[in-house]
């Protein structure tokens, strides 16, 4: 938790520990990115407002060198501050005031979806994209991406299924753990991040593709298919 507060940290500490949680905390920006550097954590809780280096700028830092998802935890609430939170690579962002049940719903909403399952493969390769589950790193064309959460997630499946179709409603069930509801567009928009971060594949063609009315599939370069 990369908190400058102390006492909320203490807070979080006292509250999530029943729940099994193990909170380390870090008052400054800098403090937090050399612990990351230093020991393997499994979800960052990260307020906006710190000294010196504010959450925005340790969240892009971060992302240069984990995918460990994130949780924005700020009193800057605005719209436009989430948007820039989660389009920086944030997985969820709650404001303060903030209950604390809500606060450890979210952190298992987000280790759910980013911790491997026992049935899935750790290790994927398709073509010149590389994904490992266990250091959470993906290599497209010997460059490593920074994803959210979420995004890992995704892509993870695909891979999996590289060559078929996958339903939009099995995705939203299995990336972002709830129902398909009419308008939603979580799965479409994360799609189309991983295209821009990925780009074509070898062949010059989306690696994801969309197919009307039904989902996506991750077309590896020898499937030809029609567009």
Do not use: W
Request: glycine share 8%.
């Amino acid at each position: 938790m990369i908190d400058d507060d102390l006492s909320l940290t203490e807070l979080v500490k006292e509250y999530a520990a029943p729940d099994g949680f193990d909170v380390t905390g870090a008052a400054s920006g800098e403090s937090g990115l050399q612990a990351l550097v230093e020991a393997a954590f499994s979800l960052v809780v990260l307020d906006v407002m710190l000294p010196g280096m504010d959450g925005f700028e340790v969240l892009r830092r971060l992302r240069r060198i984990s995918s460990v998802p994130v949780l924005m935890l700020t009193s800057r609430g605005s719209i436009a501050d989430r948007i820039h939170g989660l389009s920086g690579g944030a997985d969820d962002y709650l404001p303060k005031p903030f209950e604390p049940r809500e606060l450890l719903e979210r952190m298992r909403s987000i280790l759910r979806r980013v911790q491997p399952r026992n049935h899935r493969l750790s290790h994927l390769q398709v073509d010149d994209v590389e994904l490992d589950e266990k250091s959470r790193l993906v290599r497209c064309r010997g460059t490593e991406l920074e994803l959210t959460g979420s995004e890992f997630a995704l892509l993870h499946i695909l891979l999996s299924k590289a060559g078929k179709v996958l339903a939009r409603e099995e995705l939203v069930d299995q990336v972002l753990e709830r129902g398909l509801s009419v308008n939603d567009r979580g799965i479409d928009n994360l799609a189309s991040k991983l295209r821009k971060k990925m780009g074509p594949s070898t062949t010059g063609k989306d690696r994801i593709r969309s197919i009307r009315g039904i989902g996506y599939v991750y077309v590896p370069c020898n499937d030809v298919r029609p567009e």
